[in-house]
Structure formats: structure tokens, C-alpha cells
């Protein structure tokens, strides 16, 4: 059974960090990609960040870009995100989702929502003083 578990979230003054985390199993996908989206309460869900199998693609929206950073480890199917000088803007239920379409470790990750099959359950970041 495809799972997805993100861990990490919490609260975190401005300027702080965090590192979220997304353990996948029971995947099917030899290549899959990993994104992670937000929502803020009433407003739509966004993309953050993607990263395809093999690390060579990244995407970042613009409102992240320069903060934060995605990585991935293959060994332990774990994706992280890794979230510098934390603003108010980014308090959210973050999520993470796979995308099982890729026919190869090189095919670029997506932010289109629909390409992901599989959602975590979501893990909140505050970001107040």
C-alpha cells in the first residue's frame, strides 16, 4: 500500500528554519518524483518544490525560491525540504505527493497537481513571534 508520511512541521519564529521530511513506501514506480504543496486556511493548494528520481531537477515557486531547498535520499525513498529564513507568508499544512508517471530517473518533476497520485496526510509549519 503506497504511504506517505511527512514529519518536521512546527512552530518557528521569523527568520527560523525547518526541515521537513517525506518517507515514501509501497510505491510501485521505479522512478517516481516527489513534490510538495502548502495551504493556508482559505486559501487554494500551492506547489512548493518538486524533485525528480534522480536529483538532477529541482523547482522551486518563486515566492521559495533562495529559501528553501529540496533534496532527496534514494537509499531511505526520503525527500526533504529544507526551509530557511521562515516568514509569516509560508505558515501552512505542508504536503507531500508522488508522481509514479515518470518512465525514467531523468524525467523532470511537475507542479501540475493532477500528475500526483498519492498525498500525505500534512504537516503544519507556523511561522509567528
Known amino acids: 500500500q503506497l504511504q506517505l508520511v511527512e514529519s518536521g512541521g512546527g512552530l518557528v519564529q521569523p527568520g527560523g528554519s525547518l526541515r521537513l521530511s517525506c518517507a515514501a513506501s509501497?510505491?510501485?514506480?521505479?522512478?517516481?518524483?516527489i513534490g510538495w504543496f502548502r495551504q493556508a486556511p482559505g486559501k487554494e493548494r500551492e506547489a512548493v518544490s518538486c524533485?525528480?528520481?534522480?536529483?538532477?531537477?529541482?523547482k522551486y515557486a518563486d515566492a521559495v525560491r533562495g529559501r528553501f531547498t529540496i533534496s532527496r535520499d534514494n537509499a531511505k525513498n526520503t525527500v526533504y525540504l529544507q526551509m530557511n529564513s521562515l516568514q509569516s507568508a509560508d505558515s501552512a499544512i505542508y504536503y507531500c505527493?508522488?508522481?509514479?508517471?515518470?518512465?525514467?530517473?531523468?524525467?523532470?518533476?511537475?507542479?501540475?497537481?493532477?500528475?500526483?497520485?498519492?498525498w500525505g496526510q500534512g504537516t503544519p509549519v507556523t511561522v509567528s513571534s
Open positions: 505527493a508522488i508522481d509514479e508517471s515518470p518512465g525514467w530517473d531523468q524525467a523532470m518533476c511537475v507542479f501540475h497537481v493532477g500528475m500526483y497520485s498519492a
Open positions: 524533485i525528480n528520481f534522480s536529483g538532477s531537477d529541482k
Open positions: 509501497g510505491f510501485t514506480s521505479k522512478w517516481f518524483a
